[in-house]
Structure formats: structure tokens, C-alpha cells
């Protein structure tokens, strides 16, 4: 079920360390970036999300994801898509997940097509707040299946720069989105968890990459070892070391303003429970905060 997603993967797992994408992003914020993409109808973005999940190598992952999403929220409008997608995830296994181009075929069909998102923010939200249907559009466009090829979805191909440092700089496109954290925290919460990850972004980054595999394959090249109570990789020897970081070191620490704030969501606009009603087309029926009681 999708909410297994968002339960597990995204919004309720206090416990769980970041784990950072190809370009640093936070893996769970970029499942956020890329649902409120979809429902935007931003075909550019959703694909830069999904593709930055995907050649991170979150690639059966992503496939679940989108799969499960759209039943939730588009199979009741569109039925007839649920075979064609499992039939491209099947053609994406018998060319040995070589296929780029089929999960940006689905990530561009649910960016152009109507949802209804009720079933969705009434799991992500559950008690915290109840929302009704809004008034549906009397009618739904009808909407040509788009086929994406290879040449289409090269741009979101991993980048490899001879100078480590200027990755981020000119890969790091869009921001991070954050609405959905916001909704879910409070402000004083999302403040820290900002400070926080900024801190940790500057001196622990390569650690929370460790679970990425295309990070996880990038330092097994070395001989290294992972330090948990200190949130630490380092390598046996010198070599290692500056090889290593001589190819890989994005230098977050040495990043402007700017991209960590692309990077981590920092500073982003205030945002309400019913900005997202009216703008996801839900009714809200009541809006209230759990009490905290002191003992």
C-alpha cells in the first residue's frame, strides 16, 4: 500500500539516519520533492526527482513507489494504465534494468493527468487533520500516452565533473522541497531539523551516504572503515584518502549559500495546512494540534 511508503520511507520513521542521494539531497525529502511535483503537474521537476532517486540506485524502489502512488490516486480515473505500467517494469527486467527511459515514461503520464488525492492526505495526515472531497471537474481531459526515449531522459544521467567540488554547484537544479515536513513538524522542529542537517551536511556527509548504492559502490573502490558512534568513514591509508576525495569530494563545507539551501530546504517560505487544501483541491473539515500535557 502507499501508505506503507510514506509510514516507512518517508514521514514517520523518527529513528532512521538521513540517507543522502547522489547530490547530497535527504532520499526522504526528495520522495516529498517528487509527490508534490506530480500533483503540480510539473513534468520537468517530477522527472528531475525521480531521476535523482533513480540513478542513485533506488531503482525498484522508485518503480514500487510510482506504481503503488498511482493506484492510490490516478487508477480510479485511469484503469487501464495499471497493466501498461507493469508491463514496463517488466520490459525494464528483461533489459536488465537497462531501460532508463521507462520510469520517466511513467513519471511524465501521472505528471500531465488529473488524481484524486483525498485517499492520499487522509493517510499521510491521518488524526491531524480531516479533509473532505472538493467539488470534482465535471469533466477529465483525455490524455495521449507519451513513450519517453533514451535521448530524452540523458540530461539525468549522473555527472561526473574533473573537479569534484563543482557538482553540486551546476547538478543541484531545483530545491528541496519541504511543504509536507512543515505540515507534519513544528516550526521550531523544522528549524532544527534544517540547522541540523546543514551541520551534518558540512562534516559528517560522506557517512549518510553510505546506504546510497551508488555512494556505497563509489567508496567500496577504497579500504575504509565506518565509525557509527561518531558518524565517521575514514581510510586505511593516505592513498586511499586523497584518491578518494581527490574524485568524490563535493565540499559541501566549501558550497555557497545558495546551493545549500537548494540542498537542504533552508529558509523556504512558511507554509499552511490550508494553502495545501485549496491548492490539492480538498476540503478542510476541521484543523486542530494535539495538546502536549507535562508530567
Known sequence: MFLFYYKMKILTDK????CLTRYLYNKNEVYDSLLLSLLDHDIEQSLFWGYELYHSGFKRELFDYLIELYRVIYKSYYPRLDQRFMDMLNEWYDTHKRNHQLVGSIIFNLACRDYDVLKLVTSIFKTRYKFAPAKKCASRKKRLFVVLHAVDVKQYETVEHDYAWKTLPSCCKYKIRTELTQLLQTKKKVDTMRITYIEMLRSHYLYFTKE????????????????NNKHTITFYNEDDNDNFYKKWDFEPDEQSNETIQKITGANMSPYTIHQFANKYNV??????HKKSTST
Open 212 to 227: 546510497t548504492p551508488i555512494w556505497r559502490s563509489r567508496i567500496s573502490d577504497y579500504r575504509c572503515k565506518v565509525n
Open 283 to 288: 476540503k478542510l473539515k476541521n484543523h486542530f
Open 15 to 18: 529513528t532512521k539516519l538521513p
